[in-house]
């Protein structure tokens, strides 16, 4: 009766199982992978947000599949603040990040068409991917100790089929940290114009940059393409994930590019599923992010510090380098049993949430990833609990 698409194991796993039964309990317990930035110690202008939403011309609707003109300026001032020039009738104003691929997965893709993503990434594209009747298909970011997460372009060039519509970058990449450098890009966009494939960027963690590097692309709005699909939006930018704010920024060579807008335009139409209301507030919403990317910074930069000094002489824990976003990998260098077994354990003997390398499709066993977002009094007791394992 049912779709296909949703022939998914809908059981929580068994640490799912086990946090809501301690949570039942009235246990304490120091979650350290919660990155919902509105339940963790932030302070928002309350007044200043909430006063936005009263107003006359949302009562109007005058829908545009591109979104309205005014939201639309308001991301073409995003990135003339970074220094990049952007036309606002390259500009689609979507609700979410997630939406926006659907939209994109929808113009690329027939059905069994592929998607190349990186691994490890966060757990969202093979459904997002199945929804649209496509496929997932994996190339590696490898580890150097000095050099951080970079693209192994040899397993992804082996992965390239006829079935390749769409190579994903996540700029940052989410949960490695790593930004794209620009020779990398300029080698993703060589293949793409080469086997005729779309790049798309997903720069939600862009603005939250841990170490200064100056050869990252913290957008690769403005440079050279052959189809590129930018994508962000206010759910990191102003840590507002409930506001359903995002947009897609289409740029490449001018034929492609004008058909790729042309087709996309009418996906947009059918759906027109961007609030007006948030649209009309974009632009004072916008205002507010000064004020709440200095708290999260602060506080990803002190936690990042701290975890450095923890696990700096630490012979079985090691954090890994992490450029910027808002979550941190740790690799155990002697686990003896497996990470799903040591995550399941250290929760229920210490009450310590972390979430184990697979949930991410780590290649190999022995990592764990910790959000940078966690207040700094509940991360280091964390840890210290972790640590107190191998005392």
Not at 28 to 45: A, C, G, H
Not at 189 to 202: G, Q
Not at 205 to 223: A, P, Q, V
Request: glycine share 6%; with cysteine; aromatic share 12%.
């Amino acid at each position: 009766m049912f779709s296909k698409r949703l022939n998914i194991e809908f059981e929580p796993n068994q640490l799912s199982i086990l946090f809501n039964a301690k949570i039942a309990k009235g246990e304490k317990i120091f979650d350290l992978t919660s990155s919902n930035p509105t339940k963790l110690n932030f302070s928002y202008e309350e007044k200043l947000i909430l006063k936005n939403f009263i107003d006359e011309q949302s009562l109007v609707y005058n829908p545009d599949p591109k979104g309205l003109i005014t939201a639309r300026e308001t991301v073409k001032e995003y990135y003339k603040s970074l220094g990049k020039k952007v036309n606002v009738e390259d500009i689609f104003i979507t609700p979410s990040t997630s939406e926006a691929y659907s939209f994109l997965f929808k113009l690329l893709l027939d059905p069994d068409d592929e998607v190349l993503i990186p691994q490890p990434c966060y757990p969202l594209f093979e459904y997002l991917a199945m929804l649209d009747s496509g496929n997932v298909i994996y190339y590696p970011l490898l580890y150097e100790h000095k050099a951080g997460w970079r693209p192994d372009f040899k397993g992804l060039q082996a992965n390239i089929t006829g079935k390749t519509k769409s190579i994903i970058l996540i700029n940052p990449n989410n949960p490695t940290g790593s930004y794209i450098k620009s020779d990398d890009y300029f080698r993703f966009v060589d293949i793409c114009r080469k086997n005729k494939i779309a790049l798309i960027s997903d720069e939600v963690f862009s603005d939250y940059d841990i170490e200064k590097n100056d050869d990252i692309l913290r957008t690769i709005i403005g440079e050279k393409s052959y189809l590129n699909f930018i994508l962000n939006g206010y759910s990191k930018m102003l840590g507002l994930p409930q506001m359903k704010f995002g947009w897609i920024v289409i740029e490449g060579e001018e034929e492609i590019k004008s058909e790729a807008i042309k087709r996309l335009e009418v996906i947009a139409d059918t759906y027109l599923s961007v609030s007006t209301v948030i649209q009309n507030a974009s632009s004072k919403l916008f205002i507010t992010k000064n004020n709440i990317q200095t708290q999260i910074r602060g506080r990803i930069k002190t936690n990042y510090e701290m975890l450095q000094s923890k696990l700096l002489l630490n012979p079985d824990i090691r954090l890994l380098k992490c450029e910027g976003g808002w979550s941190a990998v740790i690799s155990f260098g002697n686990l003896l049993i497996s990470e799903d077994k040591f995550v399941y354990g250290l929760l229920e003997k210490k009450n310590v949430l972390i979430h184990p390398g697979y949930y991410y499709d780590f290649i190999e066993e022995g990592f764990a990833v910790i959000s940078l977002l966690t207040e700094t009094h509940i991360l280091e007791e964390g840890i210290d609990r972790l640590l107190s394992i191998y005392d």
